[in-house]
C-alpha cells in the first residue's frame, strides 16, 4: 500500500515514473542507438552517474591527478575511466582480467593490472605510483585494498567504494571505519 501511494504520488503530480511510462521534459531526453538495447540503456544512468559523483563531486578530481579505477570493466568502472580522462586525470590506472584489457586501454586506461595475475595490492606495491583517487568498483568485502592504500595512494588521497557487497562485514566495518590509527588502521580518507 505504501509502495502503491508513493505511485500514485508520482503520477498526479506528472513527475517520475510507473511500469514502462515515463514523463520527462523533452530537453532531458534523446534516442537510443540502436546497437544499444533497452536494457543496457537503463544502466547507462545509474553506473554513469556514479562515477560522475565519486570522481567529480566527492574526490573533486583536478587536472594532472591520478586515478586508479579497480574493476575497470564494470559498468561503473568503464564510466569511471571516461569520467576520469574527460576531467583531465594525468594518469588512469585500472584492474581488469587479461581479457579485457584492450577494451579499457580503448576507454582511456594507461596503466592496466591483471587482478587475476597475483593480489592486486602487491601488484600496485611493485608498481612503485601513486594515485591521487582510487576507486573500488568491484563492492569487495575485502578490506585488504583500502588497508595497503599507503603504498599506492598519496597522503591526501582519497579511496571510494561503490559499497562492500558479500559476507565479512563485520571485519571490514572495523578494519576500514572503526580501527584508529594507533590500533593499525589506516592513515588514508575512506568514502
Known amino acids: ?22 514523463k520527462v521534459p523533452a530537453a532531458h531526453a534523446f534516442l537510443r542507438p540502436k546497437n544499444v538495447t533497452p536494457a543496457q540503456a537503463s544502466g547507462f544512468v545509474i553506473a554513469g552517474l556514479t562515477a560522475y559523483q565519486a570522481l567529480v563531486d566527492l574526490a573533486r578530481l583536478q587536472p594532472g591527478q591520478s586515478v586508479f579505477i579497480n574493476g575497470g570493466s564494470t559498468s561503473v568502472g568503464s564510466f569511471a575511466i571516461m569520467v576520469a580522462k574527460a576531467a583531465g586525470a594525468a594518469r588512469v590506472g585500472v584492474s581488469a582480467s587479461a581479457r579485457n584489457e584492450e577494451y579499457v586501454r580503448k576507454l582511456g586506461a594507461d596503466d592496466f593490472f591483471d587482478y587475476t595475475k597475483a593480489p592486486l595490492h602487491e601488484q600496485l606495491k611493485a608498481a612503485g605510483h601513486q594515485y591521487d583517487v582510487f576507486m573500488e568498483a568491484v563492492g569487495t568485502m575485502d578490506p585488504t585494498l583500502f588497508v595497503e592504500s599507503p603504498a599506492y595512494l598519496t597522503p591526501n588521497g582519497m579511496f571510494f567504494s561503490v559499497g562492500p557487497q558479500g559476507s565479512g562485514l563485520l571485519r571490514f566495518v572495523w578494519k576500514v571505519l572503526l580501527q584508529p590509527g594507533f590500533l593499525g588502521g589506516t592513515k588514508r580518507k575512506w568514502k
Open 1 to 22: 500500500p505504501n509502495n502503491l501511494r508513493n505511485a500514485a504520488g508520482a503520477v498526479l503530480s506528472g513527475w517520475g515514473t510507473l511500469a514502462e511510462y515515463t
